[in-house]
T-cell receptor
Framework: DTAVSQTPKYLVTQMGNDKSIKCEQN?????MYWYKQDSKKFLKIMFS???????INETVPNRFSPKSPDKAHLNLHINSLELGDSAVYFC??????????????FGSGTRLTVV | AQSVTQLDSHVSVSEGTPVLLRCNYS??????LFWYVQHPNKGLQLLLK??????LVKGINGFEAEFKKSETSFHLTKPSAHMSDAAEYFC????????????FGAGTRLAVHP
C-alpha cells in the first residue's frame, strides 16, 4: 500500500505539449509539496498546499499550475513544455506544516523528458 | 536564511569500513535537521531526524548523526559500510521563516567498493 504515489513514473513528450502529473497520499497528511530535482540531483521546492490551500509558490514559471482537489491529492499541470523542464518531479506530504517536526514522505518521482 | 552545505560531493569507501558524510548548517534559530537517502532511480527515504531532543540521533540501517551546535554540524556516520549503502545522501534543514519548508543540501554520492 503505497503511501505517496505518483503517476506516471516516466513521461517523454515533445516541446510545446501540455502534460499532467498526478499525486495521491493515503497518510492523512494535510500538507503536500512538489519538488523538482535537476540533472545534478539538486532538489528545489516548487509548491506547497495545506488542506487544499496554496501556501508556497516559489519562483516557478506560470506554465506550471498545481491543483489540489482535496487534501489527499496534488496534481501538477505543465503547459507548453520546454527542454529545460526535463527533470525528476517529486511529490511529498508531511504530517505537520512544513515538515519541520517529522520530515516529508516522498513519492517515487516522475522522470519527465522533453524532446 | 537557512542553508545546508554538504562538504563532499562524492565519498568512496570500501565495504566494511566506516562511513562519514559531512554536513554543516546555517540557521538563525534552533533548527530541525534530517538526512535522506536516495537509491538510484528511487524516491527519497528518511534516514533520521534531529528535532531538539537527544543530540545523537540513531536512524535506519545502522546510520547515526550527531548534532553539534558549536560546530553547526550534523555529520552522518555508519561504523561499517555495506554494498547496499551506495546511494545519494541529502542533508536537510528546516526553514521556519514565513511558510515552513525543508531546504535540501546538494547531496553526497556514496560509492561502496568490494
Amino acid at each position: 500500500d503505497t503511501a505517496v504515489s505518483q503517476t506516471p513514473k516516466y513521461l517523454v513528450t515533445q516541446m510545446g505539449n501540455d502534460k499532467s502529473i498526478k499525486c495521491e497520499q493515503n497518510l492523512g497528511h494535510d500538507t503536500m509539496y512538489w519538488y523538482k530535482q535537476d540533472s545534478k540531483k539538486f532538489l528545489k521546492i516548487m509548491f506547497s498546499y495545506n488542506n487544499k490551500e496554496l501556501i508556497i509558490n516559489e519562483t516557478v514559471p506560470n506554465r506550471f499550475s498545481p491543483k489540489s482537489p482535496d487534501k489527499a491529492h496534488l496534481n501538477l499541470h505543465i503547459n507548453s513544455l520546454e527542454l529545460g523542464d526535463s527533470a525528476v518531479y517529486f511529490c511529498a506530504s508531511s504530517q505537520d506544516r512544513g515538515g519541520t517536526n517529522y520530515g516529508y514522505t516522498f513519492g517515487s518521482g516522475t522522470r519527465l523528458t522533453v524532446v | 536564511a537557512q542553508s545546508v552545505t554538504q562538504l563532499d560531493s562524492h565519498v568512496s569507501v570500501s565495504e566494511g569500513t566506516p562511513v562519514l558524510l559531512r554536513c554543516n548548517y546555517s540557521s538563525s534559530y534552533s533548527p530541525s535537521l534530517f538526512w535522506y537517502v536516495q537509491h538510484p532511480n528511487k524516491g527519497l527515504q528518511l534516514l533520521l531526524k534531529y528535532t531538539s531532543a537527544a543530540t545523537l540521533v540513531k536512524g535506519i540501517n545502522g546510520f547515526e548523526a550527531e548534532f553539534k551546535k558549536s560546530e553547526t554540524s550534523f555529520h552522518l556516520t555508519k561504523p561499517s559500510a555495506h554494498m547496499s549503502d551506495a546511494a545519494e545522501y541529502f542533508c536537510v534543514v528546516s526553514d521556519r521563516n514565513g511558510y515552513n519548508k525543508l531546504i535540501f543540501g546538494a547531496g553526497t554520492r556514496l560509492a561502496v567498493h568490494p
